[in-house]
């Protein structure tokens, strides 16, 4: 029996033609729909319960939400570039965007901040009525997956500059995509079914 | 399908850890990331908290004896009941199902590994410190004390101020994740990994059952996960989730966990379901009956396993509209499950049935099955459950469709299977005994139950008093303990003996039908010489007997580069200790600890991340050299 | 890769994003400028198809599950419905639960049912007593449901201390209580951030001992006749009956504390207290039936007791020759109510 | 073959019989197989019938099995493959016809039993309307209509529609008259409902069914059906209460006056104790008429001078993890003499004399057996 050290990467024998990594992003996208279904689900038993306020009305801002929201989706496409300019081999366009899709996070970060330091300074915290602990909850989860979004970015990016990349890498920024247009499409949920519907 | 070929993994290795080499020895175990050896290592620990279980379960019996007995006081007892279901359900039977589907799965497909093998050994050190943390509440104030549902507000702080139910709700949230892994692992090993020919309806039953329950791991663990973080954010940041006073709803709690909690059931049990539908065709000789439709009951019982979970709330007041709809979607769930039995039965007709110890477990099995199938209907009807929810009627049932039919099954499994795992034979003549005690001895315990729960005898009580009609049945039920105790110390003993002095198993001890059958016992741990080419459904045994089943050949070509095994790796363990660390800093609210292993757990990531191939290839041509 | 061109061009991905930036301002539109012909329902619907129509682009085209394997599809299928199915049912459960509850709730309070669908704040469910004495309502309101908040959650959690296993590790000793805890997104000095700062207690290496009082008369009347109700802990009932330790320095060391302390064991005290930050309602009998010694000794019993006088800046035994005085006056317990109310206490 | 097919009737036959004599045997206090009320009646019909339907499954699964497990046994050196038959369409659809045709047998009547039992009553003026709030370990009884409030025993006329509307102060409990109506939980923020009807009088026990921690086996109590006119005179000790003054046996005196110095009254309400007052929380024990009472505490044992005093004396001997505080240490010497002080005070609430409630138990005919648990 000979046994050798691994040089080069090896190739399996695979019976589909889906890359692993991938299967296991949309697998962990799938089971992360029930995740967010149950605090989105929370939230809506929830609603309209609270004892106290500040109730929704009160301190939602639509117009800055809306503009958050619209920073998430351009992080989204921009996500989008980044993935066609590592396809296309495009190694500086690439980096350009990928740092744009951080960006962008952390400013969508930015807002959740301010939104959250507002909240609380007009008295709503966790423990103040179930619309508090609901929504901090609920917006705190998608923050830190929107935060691990953004380190991800920012070491893929770093990463390129450690080793090159070429189009052959592309499969891991794909997956790192899915991700995050993942926490995007959650937050288009969550922009109208805890946003929007308060003020209809 | 079309046939690819994975994207080699870019090679950039950033050392914190070299990837460790040990063959032999402890640490080995601990850094392994070969699916047997994790499987063992899964299988073991479920014995040894079912081992643990079985003792709660006895104190629970010698307390009900007697009317007015104090072996354990109220808290102790409330202690005991709750571990001895959390760990019978989370910890002993899941896992083992988990246990031996990390071993045969891959196996039986064909595979020499699962797709993400360190993740793999991750799920397993997560579980099993999980449970360790759990069980460690023993030592810290107390175990969890409020039902293995813990149902709000019993859970909260100002109910509960112990620990005990911290212990409950982070124990099983970090064991929660490792099952999470381990589940969404399996579905790209099954999707991904089978072996050349081995389409998906040529896949054995058990791996198709894996294949349900994975998905049920990765939808109804979510649920649950939240659920308990809700807890935990209520006991730890004073959230109202679950605190009454503050409009929480206790109702919600029960909902979102029987989301999870009754798919859990057939998590439970459709690796039962699979092991049976391999061990009664192999021991009838004849391949099973029906294969598509129990394949198809399978997915469809896992299917409706999501949409039936009220019905373990008929009596909190939903209202008859939702109490009937539950109702006829519970109903609906029969008629798989009888599918299931039918062909089971069918298999067994014409066969040659060999009464190996395995199988009759496994026709114990379907005998009991049935019985809990049936209770199981008698409780969907809302009106009579109305009656006896919450009673030893419903103890009885539900210990006949887990207990009973998950247990029975997973020993049949352990009979099948041992053989395989170590090349030694358990002594027949010790298993016969091993049967009667434990089947005996569980109908002892369980049946008088059923009779109990109509005698009006809640669950959950600590002693009750006398001339109510439970005193002698429960003395039945006291004396089944014993019998099944003795039964399954002679199995603990029948294992020594088979390693001390069993018959050596060769690679095809029972004439199996799969492709486990195919290599040496125990397997070697690249598993296949040369990567199997599957013909048929009953792979192995269309290679033995082709006449038999008409096997076609294989179109499927490929070429084979040699064999790479995966190396091991420091990470899943380390991060499963960070998490097990952390979840004292949660439960402790100690946040300088949390924070340290937040970052242990960063670090371990991008280490994990960037450890590097490792491994090293051997080449099956020149094995023979 | 096969699949490494499938996806759209770089102008179709602009063209989506301009989409999809243009329905979320028309979605912002709608809210912020009420068009007047949208009714509610016709708004919902309106925001629920333009959000799904956002989420369909998304997963299409940036996800590209369009032109990607079926499988993918499929399984974030599986995914999205199990999640909208299970959710959507849940939701739906609780919508006619609530129904039939407040069916259910107009038998019991009549009121409450207007209250739930204006205010949702004034839903707080109490409980309505038919049949109860006008006067005992009072008593009830401070009870159970009505209980404010802050003071369920600022309170000492009332623990089953009927029972002894063995509980090396308690909660408080070991780390943080919650009401320690600071609050994830409160500020100081806001609600949720604990009012009262509870003293650290410090288990004192001296001892105070015996210092001209009976200690041992102090400790026989203490167990015979209020350790029924204050608990051999000191810690009482919470709700029922209020604690000694902790609470007794506070008062003794209020103005007047001193002397009132006497008088409530000598003529009892009746109606409502706050002790430690919970309320109570109950009835302290007199003990004149005690001696003078007796109740010195049993005042300075508990408050020397539980560290009780680690939190006294300065502790001078109550004397026999006090009780005798405050004996003199003959007071109601509803004047020791006042004399209590009168103190001043933090 | 028919020595087997002989066996294995036999068999069932046996099992048959042995699970017959098991439901003749159930007959103890708390049965659910004897119900007292149309409710539970027609819930245990519907158990009856389903259980009758699977003896046939039973019968034949088990027999199938059995039969082919054994015509089909291996002999020995019987080396043979037999023909690998894979499946039978015809046969799936036929016995997939099976399991439908019983799940359809079963799921009629239930829905028709469900809606029965199930929907919601709206009370109408012959009811008895009664608020139940449990607590952790005892009752509330409320009867709104009637003023009165009560714990641990719900006293009902027979015949009569009884509405429960029910909710919990603390954790989740389960209010289950298994010989009236099936159970249904108590739970904080939630009004639930539960109806019945008591076909004849007498003592029917209940029981905490939800595990609410510490005294939860212990948290019983009983339905007491009572004809019309007992019902009538039950109800009037309540309404027309008088408040009492100084009581003439000094005995009885002595623990009235200790109701209060021990601090009873912090907790617990005796109506018409005295003038104005207004002590004792709803949130414990209501102990008005406290001796027309048949069981103490929460209908663990009979509400005997012996027993009451038991529990005065150690309550947590006598019911571990309850709440109600010892109120003599084991040292003090007034303990016996203040225990019966109490004991004949709170026995003489709501009784004429010491006979009269040991009569009303004769008169509901339900003796020392039923009564004692």
């Known amino acids: 029996m000979s046994q050798a050290a691994v040089e080069h990467a090896p190739e399996h024998y695979r019976s589909t ?65 980044a993935l066609h300019a590592l396809r296309t081999d495009n190694i500086p366009r690439f980096r350009l965007w990928t740092f744009g899709v951080a960006f962008f996070g952390s400013v969508f970060l930015g807002f959740q901040v301010f939104e959250f330091s507002t909240f609380v300074k007009e008295g709503l915290t966790l423990q103040q009525n179930l619309f508090g602990t609901t929504f901090f909850t609920l917006t705190g989860t998608h923050g830190i997956h929107v935060t691990i979004g953004v380190l991800w970015m920012l070491s893929i990016l770093i990463t390129s500059y450690v080793r090159p990349m070429s189009s052959k890498d592309a499969l891991y920024l794909e997956v790192a995509g899915l991700y995050w247009h993942f926490v995007d499409i959650v937050w288009i949920v969550i922009f109208t079914v805890i946003y929007l519907v308060e003020f209809v | 399908m079309a046939v690819g070929r994975q994207p080699a993994r870019p090679v950039s290795e950033v050392k914190l850890l070299a990837r460790p080499t040990w063959t032999r020895g402890l640490l080995s175990w601990l850094t392994t990331v070969d699916h047997k050896r994790l499987g063992i290592l899964y299988i073991l620990a479920s014995f040894f908290f079912m081992g643990l279980a079985s003792i709660e379960a006895f104190l629970i019996r010698l307390q009900l004896t007697r009317p007015g007995l104090s072996i354990v006081s109220p808290d102790v007892y409330n202690q005991l009941f709750t571990m001895h279901g ?540 | 890769m096969s699949h490494d061109h499938k996806g759209s061009s770089v102008g179709a991905y602009t063209f989506i994003a301009l989409v999809l930036g243009v329905i979320t301002y028309i979605e912002f539109a709608i809210i912020q400028y009420e068009v007047a012909w949208l009714n509610a329902a016709w708004t919902i619907i309106t925001l629920v198809v333009l959000s799904v129509g956002k989420f369909i682009l998304v997963v299409a085209f940036f996800m590209h599950l369009k032109d990607d394997e079926q499988t993918y599809t499929g399984f974030f299928s599986i995914g999205m419905v199990f999640a909208l199915g299970t959710f959507i049912v849940l939701a739906f459960l609780f919508s006619i639960r609530s129904v039939s509850s407040v069916w259910a709730r107009s038998e019991r309070t009549p009121v409450e049912v207007q209250a739930s669908s204006e205010h949702p704040e004034e839903a707080k469910p109490h409980h309505e007593l038919h049949g109860i004495p006008e006067h005992l309502q009072a008593s009830i309101e401070s009870e159970g449901y009505s209980r404010p908040l802050a003071e369920i959650f600022d309170t000492a959690r009332p623990k089953n201390q009927a029972l002894s296993i063995a509980v090396p590790v308690a909660r408080t000793t070991q780390s943080f209580t919650v009401s320690e805890a600071p609050p994830l997104f409160a500020l100081a000095g806001q609600d949720g951030v604990p009012v009262e700062e509870t003293p650290a207690i410090e288990v004192s290496a001296q001892t105070e001992t015996a210092q001209g009082f009976d200690t041992e008369l102090g400790g026989q009347v203490y167990s015979g006749n209020c350790a029924g109700c204050h608990q051999v802990n000191g810690q009482g009932i919470p709700g029922a009956f209020p604690p000694l330790a902790q609470n007794l320095p506070i008062l003794y060391q209020a103005d007047g504390g001193r002397e009132y302390l006497v008088n409530v064991l000598l003529y ?67 004047q020791v109510l006042e004399l209590r109310n009168a103190l001043d206490l933090p | 073959m028919v020595r087997w097919i002989f066996r294995v009737a036999a068999l069932f036959g046996l099992s048959a019989a042995l699970s017959s004599c098991v439901f003749q045997g159930s007959d103890g206090p708390q049965s659910v197989l004897h119900p007292a009320g149309p409710v539970a009646q027609e819930q245990i019909d519907l158990f009856l019938w389903t259980y009758y339907l699977s003896w046939i499954v039973v019968v034949a699964v088990g027999g199938v099995l059995i039969y082919s497990a054994l015509r089909f046994r291996r002999r020995p050196g019987d080396d043979s493959i037999p023909p690998q038959v894979h499946g039978n369409t015809t046969l799936e659809i036929a016995w997939t016809a099976i399991p439908v045709l019983l799940v359809i047998a079963v799921a009629i009547p239930t829905v028709r039993t469900l809606w029965r039992t199930e929907a919601f009553a709206e009370p109408k003026e012959q009811d008895i309307v009664v608020n139940v709030t449990g607590h952790q370990w005892w009752w509330r009884f409320e009867y709104p209509e009637l003023g009165i409030v009560t714990a641990n025993e719900l006293h009902v ?121 207004s002590i004792g929380k709803p949130n414990f024990p209501d102990l008005t008429n406290f001796g027309l009472r048949l069981t103490v505490p929460a209908g663990w044992a009979d509400n005997t001078p012996e027993n009451l005093a038991a529990w005065l004396r150690d309550p947590q001997e006598i019911k571990p993890g309850n709440r109600m505080p010892t109120l003599w240490a084991e040292s003090d010497p007034n303990r016996e003499e203040e225990i019966d002080a109490l004991v004949a005070y709170l026995l003489s609430l709501g009784r004429d004399d010491q006979q009269q409630a040991q009569a009303s138990v004769q008169h509901l005919g339900v003796g020392g057996n039923h009564g004692s648990r």
Request: glycine share 10%; proline share 6%.
């Open chain 1, 17 to 81: 033609s889906l890359p692993d990594p991938k299967l296991m992003m949309w697998i962990f996208l799938a089971s992360d729909c029930m995740f967010f279904g149950t605090l989105i689900g929370t939230y809506l038993v929830y609603k309209n319960r609270s004892l106290e306020g500040p109730f929704p009305v009160d301190v939602l801002d639509i117009p800055i939400t809306t503009v958050s929201s619209f920073v998430l989706l351009m992080s989204s496409f921009l996500m989008v570039l």
């Open chain 2, 86 to 625: 959390v760990t019978m359900v989370f910890l002993a039977i899941m896992p083992l199902g988990i246990g031996f589907a990390n071993y045969f799965m891959p196996l039986m497909i064909g595979a020499r590994d699962l797709a993400f093998p360190r993740l793999n050994a991750f799920g397993f050190w997560v579980y099993f410190l999980g449970a360790i943390l759990l069980y460690t509440s023993f030592f810290f104030g107390g175990a969890p004390d409020v039902g293995w549902f813990a149902y709000s507000p019993l859970t909260s702080l100002s109910n509960n101020p112990g620990t005990g139910t911290d212990y409950y709700m982070v124990g099983l949230f970090i064991g929660g994740i490792g099952t999470l892994v381990t589940g969404m692992n399996f579905i790209v090993t099954i999707i991904n990994m089978r072996a050349p020919g081995m389409t998906l309806m040529r896949m054995p039953v058990f791996v198709w059952m894996i294949l349900v329950t994975a998905f049920l791991i990765v939808f109804a663990f979510p649920p649950l996960t939240i659920a308990l973080f809700q807890v935990i954010m209520d006991r730890s940041f004073g959230t109202l989730f679950y605190e009454p006073a503050g409009g929480g709803m206790a109702i919600l709690w029960q909902h979102l966990f029987w989301i999870f909690g009754h798919p859990e059931v057939y998590i439970i049990v459709l690796p039962a379901f699979g092991a049976i539908s391999e061990i009664i065709p192999t021991f009838s000789r004849k391949p099973l009956f029906g294969y598509p439709i129990v394949i198809l009951s399978g997915i469809f019982i896992g299917f409706m396993g999501f949409a039936v979970w009220t019905h373990h709330m008929f009596t909190t007041g939903l209202g008859p509209v939702v109490n009937t709809a539950f109702a006829l979607t519970t109903f609906v769930i029969g008629v798989p499950t009888g599918l299931k039995v039918f062909n089971w039965m069918a298999t067994i007709w014409g066969g040659r049935v060999q009464f190996t110890t395995a199988m009759l477990f496994a026709i114990s099995f379907l005998v009991t099955f049935t019985i809990g199938g049936i209770t199981g209907i008698m409780l969907a009807m809302p009106p009579f459950d109305a009656l006896v929810q919450d009673s030893y009627f419903v103890v009885a049932h539900f210990h006949y469709a887990m207990g009973g039919g998950a247990l029975l099954s997973f020993l049949a499994a352990t009979y099948y299977w041992f053989p395989k795992m170590t090349g030694k034979m358990l002594s027949e003549t010790l298993g016969k005994w091993v049967f009667w005690l434990v089947a005996g001895g569980f109908y002892l315990i369980f049946f008088p139950q059923h009779f109990n729960g109509l005698a009006g005898m809640p669950r959950r009580i600590q002693t009750y008093p006398e001339g109510l009609g439970f005193e002698f049945w429960n003395v039945i039920s006291t004396i089944g303990t014993f019998v099944m105790a003795v039964g399954i110390l002679l199995l603990l003993y029948s294992v020594i003996l088979a390693f001390a002095r069993g018959e050596p198993a060769g690679n095809d001890p029972w004439d199996g039908r799969t492709l486990e059958w195919s290599i040496s016992s125990p397997p070697p741990y690249y598993n296949f010489d040369e990567m199997p080419v599957v013909n048929d459904r009953d792979a192995f045994w269309a290679q033995k007997y082709p006449e038999s089943v008409h096997a076609k050949p294989v179109e499927e070509e490929f070429e084979e580069h040699g064999i790479h095994i995966p190396g091991q790796s420091w990470y899943p363990v380390i991060m499963a200790g960070a998490l097990f660390i952390g979840g004292y800093a949660l439960i402790y609210n100690n946040w300088w600890l949390g924070i340290l292993m937040f970052a242990v757990i960063v670090i371990g990531s991008y280490g994990w991340a960037f450890e590097g191939i490792g491994g090293h290839h051997i080449h099956p041509e020149e094995k023979e050299a």
């Open chain 3, 268 to 334: 009892g005290l009746q109606g409502p207290i706050e002790a430690l930050g919970q309320s109570y309602n109950g009835i302290m009998p007199a003990w004149a039936q005690l001696g003078d010694d007796e109740i010195a000794a049993v005042l300075n019993h508990v408050l020397t007791s539980w560290d009780n006088v680690t939190l006294l800046d300065e502790f001078a035994p109550i004397l026999v020759e006090e009780v005798a005085t405050a004996r003199s006056t003959n007071l109601s317990s509803a």
């Open chain 4, 157 to 277: 006329p027979v015949g009569r529609r009884v509405i429960l509307n029910m909710t919990s102060a603390d954790v989740l409990h389960s209010f289950w008259p298994m010989k009236l109506a099936g159970k249904r939980d108590l739970i904080p923020n939630q009004n639930n409902q539960l109806w019945f009807i008591a076909d004849e009088s007498g003592v029917y026990l209940g029981q905490c069914a939800e595990l609410c921690l510490g005294a939860h086996a212990y948290m019983r109590f009983r339905v007491i059906a009572e004809e019309e006119a007992d019902f009538e005179i039950w109800k009037g000790k309540f309404q027309d209460l008088q408040v009492q003054q100084v009581q003439a046996d000094p005995l009885i005196e002595q623990g009235r006056l200790l109701f209060t110095q021990k601090g009873c009254a912090t907790c617990h309400t005796i109506d018409g104790y005295a003038e104005d007052y």
